[in-house]
């Protein structure tokens, strides 16, 4: 037999006032609130089992007061875990004597059961795989409040080869003293071995003995944030589940009574299949099971409607919830025609489908369950209410209603600060050069923007400058907060005038936000410049030249057609070799035409440049001139400045500009200070 005695009235009486009293049962591991108190079996035995019990459980009703959910209050033994490390199932926990997974190996304990911050945790390794369990107080999503445990298990890979590891959670349900329940997934009562997988896992399942009157709702919930769905369910008697660590030939449509015994016992199997897990590396398993959330309205057709409590809609991508919906011939005679509709207010839409559910003829005591999935419009959020309603054709109708708080989606506000106008500075460039652009994103929506994405777009005239990025993340924004990015840009000086900026951000389930604004960029005044301005080169080593190439550009180019310049240097110090066009008098590959590259005379290059001809009139922040290349004759200095400048602009007009020469000077072969 799986329990061990029948426990005699004062045992049990004194049980129940200890755990009035928040206490637990001695030989118990505990933590508890006003709801729920989740039991840890400390060991040796079966050490890191839990159990589950409610203490004030769902606040509406006092029946569920001090109520087993998950069978073992005092130790816990019954439900238990199974690691599969390369094919080999191995029980979590210390070792047993008793049914449920005794032949099967255990690893080692390496940190016993401990409570703190208000878990459970134990940790077992098996060989190379650690496992931490961790069973805590967790929020229902269908209640908002700390009714359920969160059932956690973290791998991790300790070892240098890969392995190839699965998780199984059996959970040995029980309602009360009933032991026997039918569980409720989706629009189904399954009261015989059932097998669910993929599409079919709903995202919460339940247990109650009846409608009218229930003694305990429980619930698991299968998919929330932070948890894991499984890959299988199994729904299954719990003699199955206790003889075979993993895998069993599973009695299809049989019904609850334990394997090799007389006695109804459901239990739940949870299935996470084997995966490769490579060296370091971590996954968790986590899941919840503790009080249901259902809405009732007993009569002769008793009423229940669950739902989450609270859904979020998402812009662009609102998300389906499900929404089930019990009804129970509560009467003493049939009741023919029954049907149950469901009833959405503004806000809400139905995914598919119909409202109403016909379901026939019920007979006295007997249950059916709809199931729909509905869908956030954003048309309204906050406290919204839905309802179902049962007809019948010889009982009188009724109707049950729930609330449902649709949180609104994250809303992204952004601003933009950037300096309105630059100035031109007597040395001819502007200030300040670069410049702080900085983009506050504020969410003012009622979910946490994930995946925050915020991307600054600079027009013609602006560059992004010191290596920033247009693109910046952040993993989230809580609703009501706020997050600066900051980006360095360079005006490049053609061309000028309003210059635009403009920042974009998008989050998961958020319409994306724009901010813009323009700032004033003045001319510069066109300046030929020598590049590099100054430098030290080495003198001729080896017999081999140092050469040297010095290129004329001129920023900004603005309507240039042409320009004329004459180059001096010191002949004793440096030599030119050639003189190579600049991008200036090309025009897609083709060189243009007049162009000389100047009259050679000692220390004086004259009349260096052209016109671009038929090419149209060229404006570009900077652009080469011409570049001549020098030949290191002797170390000393010498400038290199520039004479008799023309620049042609559009109308061959001469255009005002500014000249600025440059500096080489050529180390001794010793080197110079």
């Known amino acids: 037999m799986r329990r061990l005695a029948p426990w005699s009235a004062a045992v049990l009486l004194s049980v129940l006032v200890a ?100 878990a459970i945790t134990c940790v077992v390794r098996f060989g190379e795989i650690e496992v931490t369990q961790e069973v805590g107080l967790a929020r229902s999503p269908t209640t908002r409040v700390k009714d359920a445990a969160r059932i956690a298990y973290q791998i991790t890979n300790r070892g240098q080869s890969e392995h190839v590891v699965g998780l199984r959670i059996v959970l040995d349900t029980m309602l009360g003293s009933n032991d026997g329940a ?115 309205s007993p009569a002769q057709l008793s009423l229940g409607l669950t739902a989450p409590a609270e859904v979020d809609y998402q812009y662009e991508e609102a998300r389906a919830f499900p929404v089930v919906a019990y009804v129970e011939n509560s009467g003493g005679f049939e009741s023919r025609g029954t049907a149950c509709a469901l009833e959405l207010p503004k806000g809400l839409k139905l995914e598919q489908g119909d409202a109403k559910v016909e379901f026939g003829l019920l007979k006295p005591g007997e249950t059916k369950q709809a199931s729909w999935r509905a869908i956030p419009t954003g048309e309204a959020t906050g406290g919204l209410r839905i309802a179902a309603k049962a007809t019948s054709e010889n009982l009188e109708p009724n109707r049950v209603e729930r609330e449902i708080t649709v949180n609104s989606p994250p809303y992204l506000l952004l601003t933009m600060s950037a300096p309105e106008r630059l100035v031109v500075t007597p040395q001819n460039r502007y200030s300040p050069n670069p410049f702080d652009v900085t983009v506050t994103a504020r969410n003012t929506g009622g979910q946490v923007a994930r995946s925050l994405v915020v991307m ?18 952040s993993e989230r924004l809580e609703p009501r907060a706020e997050r600066s990015f ?98 200036a008098f090309v025009e897609a590959g083709r060189l243009l035409s007049p162009w000389t590259a100047g009259s050679w005379q000692p220390g004086r290059l004259a009349d260096v440049g052209g016109e671009r001809g038929e090419a149209p009139v060229l404006n570009a922040p900077e652009v080469t001139l011409f570049t001549i290349v020098f030949m290191v004759k002797a170390p000393g200095e010498t400038a290199v400045a520039l004479e008799q400048t023309q620049l042609l602009g559009e109308g061959r007009e001469d255009v005002a500009h500014r000249v600025v020469g440059g500096h080489i000077k050529v180390r001794t072969t010793e080197g110079t200070r």
Do not use: H
């Not at 060991?43 to 019990?53: L, M, N």
């Not at 004597?97 to 390496?110: L, Q």
């Not at 840009?489 to 005038?497: D, R």
């Not at 309003?498 to 989050?507: C, F, I, M, V």
């Open 182 to 296: 039918p569980l409720r997934a989706g629009a189904n009562a399954i009261s015989r071995a059932t097998q669910l997988t993929g599409s079919d896992l709903p995202d919460y399942w339940q247990a109650f003995d009846s409608l009218s009157q229930p003694a305990v709702i429980s619930q698991g919930t299968l998919r929330a944030p932070g948890l894991t769905p499984p890959d299988r369910l199994d729904m299954v008697d719990w003699g199955s589940l206790a003889d075979a660590p993993w895998d069993f030939p599973f009695p299809q449509g049989a019904d609850f009574t334990r394997r090799g015994e007389q006695e109804q016992d459901t239990a739940a199997a949870l299935y996470w299949n084997p995966t490769p897990l490579r060296p370091g590396e971590s996954r968790t398993y986590a899941t919840l099971y503790g009080v249901g959330g259902v809405s009732l």
């Open 486 to 583: 900051a980006w360095r840009v360079a005006a490049t000086g053609m061309p000028t005038g309003e210059l635009a900026l403009s920042a974009r951000a998008t989050a998961a389930g958020a319409k994306p936000a724009e901010a813009r604004r323009t700032l004033s960029v003045p001319w510069l005044t066109p300046e030929l410049r020598i590049y590099p301005a100054d430098q030290t080169v080495p003198p001729a080593t080896d017999g081999l030249p140092t050469l040297l190439p010095i290129a004329v550009k001129l920023a900004p180019a603005r309507e240039f057609l042409g320009a004329r310049v004459s180059v001096t240097y010191d002949s004793a110090v440096v030599e030119p070799l050639y003189v190579s066009r600049g991008e």
């Open 19 to 118: 755990e009035a009293a928040g206490q637990a049962p001695s030989g118990a591991l505990s933590t508890s609130n006003e709801f729920i108190r989740i039991r840890v079996n400390p060991g040796p035995q079966e050490a890191g089992r839990f159990a589950v019990d409610t203490t004030g459980g769902d606040p509406s009703r006092s029946a569920d007061d001090n109520q087993v959910l998950i069978y073992g209050s005092r130790e816990p033994w019954t439900s238990f875990t199974t690691v599969l490390v390369d094919g080999q199932p191995m029980v979590f926990g210390g070792p047993t004597s008793r049914r449920a997974g005794k032949e099967a190996p255990v690893g080692v304990i390496t940190v016993a059961p401990k409570l703190s911050d208000g």
């Open 456 to 473: 600054l777009a600079v027009g013609d005239g602006l560059k992004l400058a010191d290596g920033s990025q247009a693109v910046q993340l």
